[in-house]
């Protein structure tokens, strides 16, 4: 019966992480070494910034994922007065093979297409 209910936990935790969406935090950490060139302060993206893109990529594997990843950048951009314009060219800077539309303050994330945003 312990071995039953040991199995049990393990598939609970197993199917809540594989359900589980990239957080904000992991989002913000990803992206925060890019904040400079988002905001027009540099002309091109630091190697850090291109390895948290790289990142963030990788943790985009559903709409789910995407969606939320979406939201997070939407609510750090206002924060920060990013341009969104600045978004859809990071990946190419970064020589990421990725599609990253213009988030901005009035962008719904919930219309991402699943070849949108990472």
């Given at each position: 019966m312990a071995r039953?209910?040991?199995?049990?936990?393990?598939?609970?935790?197993?199917?809540?992480?594989?359900?589980?969406?990239?957080?904000?935090g992991e989002v913000v950490s990803d992206l925060a070494?890019?904040?400079r060139f988002l905001r027009g302060k540099?002309?091109?993206p630091r190697a850090?910034?291109?390895s948290g893109v790289k990142e963030l990529k990788g943790?985009?594997?559903?709409?789910?994922?995407?969606?939320?990843?979406?939201?997070?950048?939407?609510?750090?951009?206002?924060?920060?007065?990013i341009d969104s314009k600045k978004v859809t060219i990071l990946p190419k800077k970064?020589?990421?093979?990725?599609?990253?539309?213009?988030?901005g303050k009035n962008f719904d994330c919930s219309k991402v297409k699943l070849e949108d945003l990472l």
């Open positions: 039953f209910l040991s199995v049990i936990v393990l598939l609970l935790i197993i199917s809540k992480s594989a359900l589980s969406v990239p957080s904000c070494p890019c904040l540099e002309t091109k850090r910034c291109c943790l985009a594997k559903t709409k789910a994922d995407r969606v939320a990843i979406c939201n997070c950048g939407k609510k750090a951009g206002s924060n920060f007065e970064c020589g990421v093979d990725i599609k990253m539309p213009a988030i």
